[in-house]
Structures are given as structure tokens and as C-alpha cells.
């Protein structure tokens, strides 16, 4: 249990500061580079080599090549080396080939992602690709030796490396930033040398979070031998078993590349309302699902797959209901007050440096529809576990599909009706209405199998959070508005209105809840007051 507890927390910890440095980061970035075309040219660069590793690795790592090196782990009379060695030296070889053939083909793939830019952007934004691509070797290398890390029960350096890619990438934009100065945010005057400082500076980053990795596998024991005995690596069943799930990255990254595209026409008419809109917006979206619902997610699953091979349906019911509750008591006030606060959120962090603050107030005015999103977003998740509790792969790639589908038809409808600035924020309650029409089908089907999911006793929990945090969202309300007709909005305003609005916000929500007696709120305080109290 001691062993559990420490690797839980070990996590934890790596998460936390990794999502923090993570902040800064981003913080750093639209400072040096803006919220505008060099803003979305870097983020568009940036996004390929994640894309195209997802491809080729991401999609599989946790559904089908873990479980494979557990398995020859457990019955290779060597204990799954020689099958490591394999599979490394496969991992490599179609890394390294993948990163050379991307490399050649920046400008035909920059070109998939962008939409109308002009020849100056197009040339920044391919020079930065050839510099960024070779990441997709390193990141994928690195993902292989995490994933064989956590087969081995170490899990500090999977967790802690990407603080490390964070303090690298700080550190290399500060420079650039010194460097650049306001031509640093300027397509038109940024300097090749600039150019290079970002480019390499970047994925520098990644090769100190792969050598890290690297290093922790060697100290586990693992050693890099090629082998090119590749047949005996299992590439073909692998390939088989993670069908689905390549089509299920499919289906998602073709939704993203319409929305990318739609997103990089929107920022040429409106610069600061593109790409780097869109994706600092939704990172900061993704903090409170990230720190909330993941941890319950990845302890949720492994007890209802048990349930299920156990045949005790009822347990599943319960342990799906409890966790939905549990991770709402949370993300139910953090949608409310992100929907209240999101400007006075992006203003503190993005109003800096080369970055006009009224991008910065647009970025939050994103995050505000995006919050609307938060709750039906991480429940669309918990629910995608009952069905892999079931062995299930197929039906989360078929919702997932039809996700997909309304989340690119509201997309183009966005584009379409609304006026430049509003784009992104169309393409932002695109993705929410998608994700409560996913969670409603997902819901009803998943119950089928389940036979029931406690529909009422969770909507009954639901309802009552909501009206809880009605008094968090109204003091909230009355904060802004307060700040907001005394000055206008800058980073200290800001501050204080995170703190009194966001802050007392939840401070007022929890209060409430305990007095309507919300179970799950009064066990997480219970539980904070414990901690404190020793």
C-alpha cells in the first residue's frame, strides 16, 4: 500500500509542477511572441510534430503497446527484454525515417494547416517547422521509455521530465525575447537568427526531456541493444489490436485540422483571434479536468474492469456514479467561475510583453465558452471507461466519430455566419455543443451495457452543485462588474479579481454545499481541514 501511496503521490507532485512550469511557459511565449500571426505561425509549426507522432505511436502507447510489454514481461523466459530491445529498435527506425520524410515535406504539411496566409507567414511559419519536426523522433522515443518505465513501476522521471522541457523552453523564449524584441512578434521584421534561437531552442527541449527518460531506463536496468530480428517484435498484432484506436486518432485529428484551418483564416482577417487564441484558451480549459478528473479516471478504470470480470455489474453502477460526483463536486464551480472570470484569468497571465492586452481579453473571452464545456467534456471521459471496462475500443471510436462530425458541421457553420473576431469563439461552444451530444448518446449506450449508470441519483448530485455554486457565480459577477466600472482591466485588477470573485467564489460555493449536504464537497473538505489541522 506504502508503495502505492508513494507512486500516487510521486505523480501528483510531477503533474502539479508540471502543469504550473507548463503556465509559464505559455506565459513566456505569448509575452515573446505574441497572440497574433507570429503567435499562431509558431503554434502551428509546433503542433505538427504532435500530430504526426500521435499518428504513428501516441494513439497506441497506452491501449496496446503497454499491455504487450507487460505481457512478455510476464511469460519470455528473459523477462521481456530481448521484446524491449524490439520494439525500441523498431520505434527508432520508424521515428528517425518518419522525422527525415517530414522534414522534406514542411511545406506541402504547413500548407494541410493554414488557410489564406500570406507568403511572408507561410515561409516563417515552414522555416520553424524544419527546425521543430525532428522532435517527433525525440518524443517518441522518449514516450517508448516512459511507457517501459511505468511497466517497471518507475514513474518519478515520466512525471518530472517535462519540467524539465518546461524550464529549457522558458529559458530559450526569455532569450529570444531579449534577443527579438518587438520584432520578435513580427512576421515581417523577425530575423533568421531569431528564427533559429526559437526553432532550435525548442526542441532542444525535448531532447533534454528524452535524454532524461533515457537515462532513468538505463538506471532501470533496461539496456539499448538493437535488435533487427523485427518479426519477432509482434508489429503486425500490435498493429492489428490498435485498429481502432488508430481511427479514432484519425477521426479526431481530421475534426482538429478543420478547426486549425478555420482558425488560421480567422486570425489573418482578425489578428489575436487565431490559432493562439484557440489553443491557450483550451490548455487552460484542460487545467482543472488535468488536476480534478484524471486522477480519478486512471483509478476508476482498473476497478471497474475488475468488476466486470467478476460479473458484479452493480459494482461498476456504483464506482462510475461515486467518481462522477466526486470529480463534479469540483469541476462544476471551476466551469461556472471560468465562465464568470475568464478574461481576469488570461489578462494576468497573457497581458505581457509583446502581446496586446486586448488579445489577452479576447483569449479569455474563448476560455468563458470553454468553460461551458468543462463539465460535459469530463464526463464524456468518465464515461469512455465503462466502456473500455468492458474491453470495448469500438463503440468510443463510433461516438467519437459522431462527436467529430457535429463539432466540424457547428465549425464550418461558425466560419460562415459569424465576423472574423467571433470565429474562435465559435469553434469553441462548437466543441461543447459536441461534447453534449456525445455525453448524452455515450450515457444512454453505456448504460445499456452496464444495465443502468444511477442516472438519477447523478443528476439529482448534479443539480444540487449547480445550485450551490449559483451564489459563487453571483458574487463572482458582482466582483467584475465592481473592478470593472472603478478601472479597467489590467494585470493587478486582474489579480484581485481572482482573488476575491475566484477565490471567495469557492470558498462561498463549498460553504454551501456543505450546508445542502453534498457529500462528496464534504468529504474533500473534511479532508483539506485534516490536513491542515495536523
Same mark, same amino acid.
Request: charged share 10%; proline share 4%; hydrophobic share 55%.
Given at each position: 500500500?506504502?508503495?502505492?501511496?508513494?507512486?500516487?503521490?510521486?505523480?501528483? #507532485?510531477?503533474?502539479?509542477?508540471?502543469?504550473?512550469?507548463?503556465?509559464?511557459?505559455?506565459?513566456?511565449? $505569448?509575452?515573446?511572441?505574441?497572440?497574433?500571426?507570429?503567435?499562431?505561425?509558431?503554434?502551428?509549426?509546433?503542433?505538427?510534430?504532435?500530430?504526426?507522432?500521435?499518428?504513428?505511436?501516441?494513439?497506441?502507447?497506452?491501449?496496446?503497446? &503497454?499491455?504487450?510489454?507487460?505481457?512478455?514481461?510476464?511469460?519470455? /523466459?528473459?523477462?521481456?527484454?530481448?521484446?524491449?530491445?524490439?520494439?525500441?529498435?523498431?520505434?527508432?527506425?520508424?521515428?528517425?525515417?518518419?522525422?527525415?520524410?517530414?522534414?522534406?515535406?514542411?511545406?506541402?504539411? @504547413?500548407? =494541410?494547416?493554414?488557410?489564406?496566409?500570406?507568403?511572408?507567414?507561410?515561409?516563417?511559419?515552414?522555416? =520553424? !517547422?524544419?527546425?521543430?519536426?525532428?522532435?517527433?523522433?525525440?518524443?517518441?522515443?522518449?514516450?517508448?521509455?516512459?511507457?517501459?518505465?511505468?511497466?517497471?513501476?518507475?514513474?518519478?522521471?515520466?512525471?518530472?521530465?517535462?519540467?524539465?522541457?518546461?524550464?529549457?523552453?522558458? !529559458?530559450?523564449?526569455?532569450?529570444y525575447y531579449v534577443k527579438a524584441g518587438p520584432a520578435g512578434a513580427?512576421?515581417?521584421?523577425?530575423?533568421?537568427?531569431?528564427?533559429?534561437?526559437?526553432?532550435?531552442?525548442?526542441?532542444?527541449? @525535448?531532447?533534454?526531456?528524452?535524454?532524461?527518460?533515457?537515462?532513468?531506463?538505463?538506471?532501470?536496468?533496461?539496456?539499448?541493444?538493437?535488435?533487427?530480428?523485427?518479426?519477432?517484435?509482434?508489429?503486425?498484432?500490435?498493429?492489428?489490436?490498435?485498429?481502432?484506436?488508430?481511427?479514432?486518432?484519425?477521426?479526431?485529428?481530421?475534426?482538429? +485540422?478543420?478547426?486549425?484551418?478555420?482558425?488560421? #483564416?480567422?486570425?489573418?482577417?482578425?489578428?489575436?483571434?487565431?490559432?493562439?487564441?484557440?489553443?491557450?484558451?483550451?490548455?487552460?480549459?484542460?487545467?482543472?479536468?488535468?488536476?480534478?478528473?484524471?486522477?480519478?479516471?486512471?483509478?476508476?478504470?482498473?476497478?471497474?474492469?475488475?468488476?466486470?470480470?467478476?460479473?458484479?455489474?452493480?459494482?461498476?453502477?456504483?464506482?462510475?456514479?461515486?467518481? $462522477?460526483?466526486?470529480?463534479?463536486?469540483?469541476?462544476?464551480?471551476?466551469?461556472?467561475?471560468?465562465? %464568470?472570470?475568464?478574461?481576469?484569468?488570461? $489578462? +494576468?497571465?497573457?497581458?505581457?510583453?509583446?502581446?496586446? /492586452?486586448?488579445?489577452? *481579453?479576447?483569449?479569455?473571452?474563448?476560455?468563458?465558452?470553454?468553460?461551458?464545456?468543462? %463539465?460535459?467534456?469530463? *464526463?464524456?471521459?468518465?464515461?469512455?471507461?465503462?466502456?473500455? !471496462?468492458?474491453?470495448?475500443?469500438?463503440?468510443?471510436?463510433?461516438?467519437?466519430?459522431?462527436?467529430t462530425a457535429v463539432s466540424i458541421a457547428l465549425s464550418f457553420l461558425a466560419a460562415a455566419v459569424l465576423p472574423p473576431r467571433y470565429v474562435?469563439?465559435?469553434?469553441?461552444?462548437?466543441?461543447?455543443?459536441?461534447?453534449?451530444?456525445?455525453?448524452?448518446?455515450?450515457?444512454?449506450?453505456?448504460?445499456?451495457?452496464?444495465?443502468?449508470?444511477?442516472?438519477?441519483?447523478? #443528476?439529482?448530485?448534479?443539480?444540487?452543485?449547480?445550485?450551490? #455554486?449559483?451564489?459563487?457565480?453571483?458574487?463572482?459577477?458582482? &466582483?467584475?462588474?465592481?473592478?470593472?466600472? *472603478?478601472?479597467?482591466?489590467?494585470?493587478?485588477?486582474?489579480?484581485?479579481?481572482?482573488?476575491?470573485?475566484?477565490? +471567495?467564489?469557492? &470558498?462561498?460555493? *463549498?460553504?454551501?454545499?456543505?450546508?445542502?449536504?453534498?457529500?462528496?464537497?464534504?468529504?474533500?473538505?473534511?479532508?483539506?481541514?485534516?490536513?491542515?489541522?495536523?
Amino acid at each position: 500500500m506504502s508503495r502505492v501511496l508513494r507512486a500516487s503521490a510521486i505523480m501528483a #507532485a510531477g503533474t502539479m509542477v508540471s502543469r504550473v512550469t507548463g503556465f509559464v511557459r505559455s506565459a513566456v511565449l $505569448v509575452a515573446a511572441l505574441g497572440s497574433a500571426q507570429m503567435g499562431d505561425a509558431y503554434t502551428v509549426a509546433n503542433m505538427i510534430p504532435f500530430i504526426l507522432f500521435d499518428y504513428l505511436l501516441g494513439g497506441v502507447l497506452s491501449s496496446v503497446v &503497454v499491455p504487450s510489454i507487460v505481457r512478455r514481461q510476464k511469460t519470455d /523466459p528473459d523477462g521481456g527484454r530481448a521484446y524491449e530491445q524490439r520494439l525500441m529498435t523498431a520505434g527508432v527506425l520508424g521515428l528517425v525515417a518518419l522525422t527525415v520524410i517530414a522534414v522534406l515535406l514542411a511545406r506541402p504539411l @504547413i500548407g =494541410l494547416y493554414t488557410h489564406d496566409w500570406g507568403q511572408e507567414r507561410i515561409e516563417v511559419t515552414v522555416t =520553424l !517547422a524544419r527546425y521543430l519536426l525532428p522532435q517527433v523522433a525525440f518524443v517518441g522515443v522518449g514516450a517508448l521509455a516512459g511507457a517501459i518505465l511505468n511497466t517497471r513501476d518507475r514513474f518519478a522521471a515520466p512525471m518530472w521530465a517535462p519540467v524539465l522541457n518546461n524550464i529549457v523552453m522558458i !529559458a530559450v523564449l526569455a532569450l529570444y525575447y531579449v534577443k527579438a524584441g518587438p520584432a520578435g512578434a513580427d512576421v515581417t521584421a523577425v530575423s533568421g537568427s531569431d528564427l533559429t534561437v526559437l526553432g532550435l531552442g525548442t526542441t532542444l527541449g @525535448i531532447v533534454a526531456q528524452c535524454l532524461v527518460l533515457m537515462i532513468s531506463l538505463h538506471r532501470a536496468g533496461f539496456r539499448l541493444v538493437p535488435r533487427f530480428d523485427l518479426r519477432q517484435a509482434g508489429l503486425g498484432e500490435m498493429a492489428k489490436a490498435g485498429s481502432w484506436t488508430f481511427l479514432y486518432v484519425t477521426i479526431t485529428q481530421l475534426g482538429f +485540422l478543420v478547426t486549425t484551418n478555420i482558425a488560421s #483564416a480567422a486570425g489573418d482577417k482578425a489578428p489575436g483571434a487565431g490559432n493562439t487564441a484557440y489553443s491557450q484558451a483550451f490548455q487552460l480549459f484542460q487545467l482543472p479536468y488535468g488536476i480534478i478528473a484524471v486522477s480519478v479516471i486512471t483509478a476508476m478504470l482498473p476497478r471497474m474492469s475488475r468488476s466486470v470480470a467478476e460479473g458484479d455489474l452493480t459494482s461498476v453502477r456504483d464506482e462510475f456514479a461515486s467518481g $462522477v460526483r466526486l470529480v463534479a463536486s469540483l469541476l462544476v464551480p471551476a466551469g461556472v467561475l471560468l465562465m %464568470v472570470l475568464g478574461p481576469a484569468v488570461t $489578462v +494576468l497571465i497573457y497581458s505581457w510583453g509583446n502581446n496586446d /492586452p486586448a488579445n489577452a *481579453l479576447y483569449i479569455g473571452s474563448v476560455l468563458q465558452v470553454f468553460g461551458l464545456a468543462l %463539465v460535459p467534456f469530463s *464526463l464524456f471521459q468518465l464515461l469512455l471507461r465503462v466502456f473500455y !471496462a468492458f474491453g470495448d475500443t469500438r463503440t468510443p471510436v463510433l461516438i467519437g466519430a459522431g462527436n467529430t462530425a457535429v463539432s466540424i458541421a457547428l465549425s464550418f457553420l461558425a466560419a460562415a455566419v459569424l465576423p472574423p473576431r467571433y470565429v474562435v469563439m465559435g469553434l469553441a461552444f462548437a466543441l461543447t455543443v459536441s461534447y453534449v451530444a456525445g455525453t448524452a448518446v455515450a450515457w444512454r449506450l453505456a448504460a445499456r451495457r452496464a444495465g443502468g449508470l444511477n442516472g438519477r441519483v447523478v #443528476a439529482a448530485g448534479l443539480s444540487r452543485m449547480y445550485i450551490a #455554486a449559483l451564489p459563487a457565480a453571483a458574487l463572482a459577477l458582482g &466582483v467584475l462588474w465592481i473592478t470593472r466600472e *472603478l478601472a479597467d482591466l489590467t494585470p493587478f485588477n486582474a489579480a484581485i479579481m481572482l482573488a476575491a470573485g475566484g477565490g +471567495l467564489g469557492m &470558498v462561498l460555493y *463549498l460553504a454551501f454545499a456543505q450546508r445542502m449536504r453534498i457529500p462528496e464537497v464534504g468529504s474533500i473538505v473534511g479532508m483539506v481541514a485534516g490536513r491542515v489541522g495536523r
